[in-house]
């Protein structure tokens, strides 16, 4: 069947609509780009779009991508951003792209664990030396530093035991061998800190967590000065990390509320860390508002805004059985292997991110069968802590 224009229904259909009347007008929100290219009418217009870096084709550039690295700029205090498919696209491409075979990196020896064999896979295959040390011990992290140190890499506070790193000592040790600092913030978040103020010259974030804060979406940003996302950004289009429309979009809504969401999370992790120290059935406290907390003039230096984290940990006996019964007594917090989320999660390091480690290094870093991880949401401070006392009743 031909319609008025001549040609069939079988081609007018594919077009009939796509053509978006009014995008001169500015709609009250994003809307989301959920196209892989856009069209140019003339060849002279694909060289002008190529020339000013426009949108063309949806792993090169995308407006979603666009408006939410704008955001994590603004959020991170840098000078630009770039947004991938997902946390570990963020750091696997960036350090494929910033390092060479025969550089030599410092990394904390207590980071997430996909990061860690990321550290030894893939940075092993390309020749690139790794060293996992205790952060904590800076003279030693100074006399590790060689010629070939590219980089020092952290996490700003460590997975699960929420112990600190000095930021401001380490960027300026590497900085002597104009080496790089790059700074995983996804459990602190820019509303806590921002590793760049600190000298940090990458940070990057899980955006899968407190930044998207809905747990419907998966993603990661580097921030970081110009020349440096520069160097990035090929790599990102030619390893495919980009982030794709919709997960932007939905991160960069989910973003628009993390003033409303974070700073709670973290006064109420501050108020459940203080309540379970109290509690005769909990043995140890991690979390860095407490006052006897291990590094606590860092943290008062480091932190002095909206709060440290919304992450916790605590021990109680190591008795699988009443494990059990107290996860099932919780009427809020939910077993969940991942964090950030508005509703209070949980995880057990032992049997998930710390499976793999020898019991005795899990035992000195304070990590025992007992211990439970807790990543608090946005529930009401005074239920989730009622919540808390009563399943630890089970211990008695
Ligand atoms: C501290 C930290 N960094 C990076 C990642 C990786 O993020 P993604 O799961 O978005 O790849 C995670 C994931 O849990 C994490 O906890």
Redo the contacts with the bound molecule.
């Keep these: 069947m031909k319609d008025a224009t001549g040609y069939t229904r079988e081609s007018e259909i594919l077009y009939e609509g796509g053509r978006i009347p009014g995008l001169g007008l500015k709609p009250e929100t994003v809307p989301c780009f959920l196209t892989t290219a856009f069209v140019t009418d003339s060849l002279s217009e694909v060289q002008e779009v190529t020339k000013q870096k426009g949108y063309t084709y949806i792993r090169t550039a995308n407006p979603n991508r666009t408006v939410l690295a704008q955001a994590i700029s603004y959020l991170e205090g840098g000078a630009g951003s770039l947004i991938f498919s997902?946390?570990?696209?963020a750091?696997t491409t960036t350090l494929i792209a910033l390092l060479a075979p025969g550089d030599h990196v410092i990394c904390n020896a207590d980071i997430?664990g996909?990061?860690f064999e990321t550290m030894t896979k893939v940075l092993g295959k390309m020749s690139i030396d790794v060293e996992f040390m205790d952060l904590g011990d800076l003279a030693a992290v100074k006399k590790a530093i060689r010629p070939e140190t590219k980089m020092i890499y952290t996490?700003v506070i460590s997975?699960p035991t929420l112990a600190l790193a000095d930021l401001k000592s380490l960027a300026a040790i590497i900085h002597e061998t104009k080496g790089l600092l790059m700074v995983?913030n996804?459990?602190t978040t820019p509303l806590a800190i921002r590793p760049l103020d600190f000298g940090a010259d990458l940070v990057m974030n899980?955006?899968?967590?407190f930044l998207n804060g809905h747990s419907d979406a998966?993603?990661?940003s580097i921030t970081a000065k110009t020349e440096i996302i520069d160097k990035i950004k090929p790599f990102s289009m030619l390893c495919g990390t980009p982030g794709d429309p919709f997960s932007s979009w939905l991160i960069y809504r989910g973003l628009h509320t993390v003033e409303l969401r974070v700073p709670k999370q973290m006064a109420t992790a501050a108020k459940l860390a203080k309540a379970l120290q109290t509690n005769k059935h909990v043995i140890t406290v991690n979390h860095p508002s407490l006052a006897d907390y291990p590094q606590r003039q860092l943290a008062d230096e480091m932190f002095i805004d909206k709060g440290c984290s919304a992450m916790l940990s605590f021990c109680v006996a190591e008795d699988r059985e009443k494990i059990d019964k107290f996860m099932e007594r919780l009427h809020f917090a939910h077993y969940a292997p991942?964090?950030g989320g508005i509703r209070t999660s949980l995880s057990h390091p032992v049997t998930s991110s710390h499976y793999n480690v020898p019991d005795d290094i899990r035992r000195q870093r304070g990590i025992t069968p007992g211990m439970i991880r807790v990543s608090v949401g946005v529930e009401n401070a005074d239920d989730l802590i009622n919540d808390f006392m009563q399943a630890l009743e089970i211990f008695n």
């Design positions: 997902s946390g570990m696209g750091i997430y996909e990061t996490e997975n995983d996804t459990f899980s955006l899968t967590k998966m993603g990661g991942t964090l």
